[in-house]
């Protein structure tokens, strides 16, 4: 089997099998109904459960959880399988969405926390389950593997990506229905002037939350899309037989695995690139929707603004994950760091007004271009990497992943919005310079073996 690592392909146009797209097509119908309920939900945490900073504490100690369940993910995965991992995390996320129908302390944290131990198998499962099925389709087809993994994993994140549109859409047109849900503090506490109420001398934006009923219904739409995916899932998906490293390695191996393969220097070197992705998603998720929208605009306004993000990131997983043969991963990641390089800048000099209401909008479907590349392309790094040990790699991508989100979460309790922007933009440059030097070990391998 060849790999064109990173390269523009000379080899013919990628087949794929309808058995590989079908198995693809179910997961990706299941992870649409259900993170159709966790993303409008994960993006309303900061401003609908402000009180003792209750929202984001839960966000912190679910990815905080989710580095355990990483590290743990081979093992979990070679002892339950694919299918039965992803049934025991819809049942988590079905638990997840009714605490937050009476959310405190004591029934939310507890939820986030379980969901996070099985996040971590969760998304190794799936990232796994694409692979092999790509690496199948390539070698029926004879085709090339980069194009294969670009085009599967395409075809997941557009499904993934829907839902950012469906989800954000009920919580707006259902919260909307609530004229009075706008912010209580004057504009100058929003946008890059945000900081915790624990911050001295800057008290932090207030949103006004809307009544219990108009929350209910949301939920109720919500859990309906939850039991939607765990039954989709049951029924139709298929299981696929373990790797040969899963069925060969041991106990402690699988244990160790997340650890062991950061012996490989190419992994090490990526690092901070895949901590990069997770903290301008945690961004946007917590600043973006608190700081710059509900601050000015009212909570009813952050479905619509992330659902434009969502229709952005779906056209752009779609149709970069068709040209990626012909452009290579490089060029594709090099747009969409400058894309979020640029929206950081300008987060960290804009205080937003009502009437720039446009601005957001546009700032939404920006972003969503480049997260589309970073969702496709970045799996399809990961496989072609790492092709031996894809379970191992990916639970250490997950884990780093899920390790950012958490350091995010918890110095936003801490520090202000400009602040915790300083530092994504640093480890955005630092993770791309890092990631160069991981594609010019590649190609400079390849032309070796080539010669």
Request: proline share 3%; charged share 10%.
């Given at each position: 089997m060849k790999i064109c690592f990173g390269c523009k392909t000379t080899e013919k146009e990628v087949g794929i099998s309808g058995r590989e797209t079908w198995n693809v097509v179910i997961i990706s119908l299941s992870f649409f109904a259900v993170f159709t309920a966790y993303l409008a939900l994960q993006n309303l945490q900061s401003s609908l459960n402000q009180e003792d900073g209750l929202g984001v504490i839960?966000?912190?100690?679910?990815?905080a959880f989710?580095?355990?369940?990483?590290?743990?993910?081979?093992?979990?995965?070679?002892?339950?399988?694919?299918k039965?991992?992803?049934?025991?995390?819809?049942?988590?996320?079905?638990?997840?969405?009714?605490?937050?129908?009476?959310?405190?302390?004591?029934?939310?944290?507890?939820?986030?926390?379980?969901?996070?131990?099985?996040?971590?198998p969760l998304w190794t499962s799936q990232s796994v389950f694409i692979s092999n099925n790509a690496y199948s389709a390539s070698e029926l087809n004879r085709a090339d593997t980069h194009a294969t993994l670009s085009r599967l994993n395409?075809?997941?994140?557009?499904?993934?990506?829907?839902?950012?549109?469906?989800?954000?859409?009920?919580?707006?047109?259902?919260?909307?229905?609530?004229?009075?849900?706008?912010?209580?503090?004057?504009?100058?506490?929003?946008?890059?002037?945000?900081?915790?109420?624990?911050?001295?001398?800057?008290?932090?934006?207030?949103?006004?939350?809307?009544?219990?009923p108009t929350v209910y219904l949301m939920l109720s739409i919500f859990l309906a899309f939850d039991v939607l995916g765990f039954l989709c899932t049951a029924a139709f998906l298929p299981s696929i037989p373990k790797s040969e490293w899963a069925e060969q390695s041991n106990k402690k191996e699988s244990f160790t695995a997340c650890f062991s393969a950061l012996q490989d220097p190419k992994l090490a070197f990526l690092l901070p690139f895949i901590s990069?992705?997770?903290?301008?998603?945690?961004?946007?998720?917590?600043?973006?929707?608190?700081?710059?929208?509900?601050?000015?605009?009212?909570?009813?306004?952050?479905?619509?603004?992330?659902?434009?993000?969502g229709c952005a990131t779906t056209i752009s997983a779609l149709v970069t994950s068709r040209i990626a043969k012909y452009t290579g991963r490089y060029v594709l990641f090099s747009f969409a760091a400058a894309v979020n390089l640029a929206i950081f800048i300008l987060l960290y000099v804009w205080v937003p007004t009502e009437n720039q209401k446009a601005y957001v909008f546009a700032m939404a479907v920006m972003w969503g271009l480049g997260e589309g590349i970073w969702q496709t392309q970045s799996n399809a790094l990961i496989a072609?990497?790492?092709?031996?040990?894809?379970?191992?790699?990916?639970?250490?991508?997950?884990?780093?992943?899920?390790?950012?989100?958490?350091?995010?979460?918890?110095?936003?309790?801490?520090?202000?919005?400009?602040?915790k922007l300083l530092l994504v933009i640093v480890l955005l440059v630092v993770g791309s310079a890092m990631y160069a030097v991981v594609e010019v070990h590649v190609y400079r391998n390849k032309t070796t073996v080539n010669k």
């Open positions: 839960s966000l912190s100690c679910l990815y989710i580095i355990v369940s990483a590290i743990l993910a081979p093992w979990i995965i070679k002892t339950l399988g694919i039965i991992s992803l049934l025991i995390s819809w049942v988590s996320h079905i638990l997840y969405t009714c605490s937050n129908f009476y959310p405190t302390f004591a029934t939310l944290i507890p939820t986030s926390i379980l969901l996070g131990l099985i996040s971590g395409g075809i997941f994140f557009t499904f993934y990506e829907l839902t950012q549109i469906t989800g954000n859409l009920v919580s707006s047109f259902v919260l909307n229905k609530d004229e009075y849900n706008m912010t209580s503090v004057i504009t100058s506490t929003c946008g890059c002037n945000d900081c915790p109420i624990t911050t001295s001398g800057n008290e932090t934006s207030k949103i006004v939350e809307p009544a219990a990069i992705m997770a903290m301008e998603q945690a961004v946007l998720w917590t600043d973006f929707t608190k700081s710059f929208i509900s601050c000015i605009f009212g909570i009813q306004m952050v479905g619509f603004v992330m659902a434009s993000y072609l990497l790492f092709p031996e040990r894809t379970e191992a790699a990916f639970a250490n991508y997950h884990c780093t992943k899920a390790a950012s989100f958490t350091v995010y979460f918890v110095i936003s309790l801490y520090v202000c919005v400009k602040v």
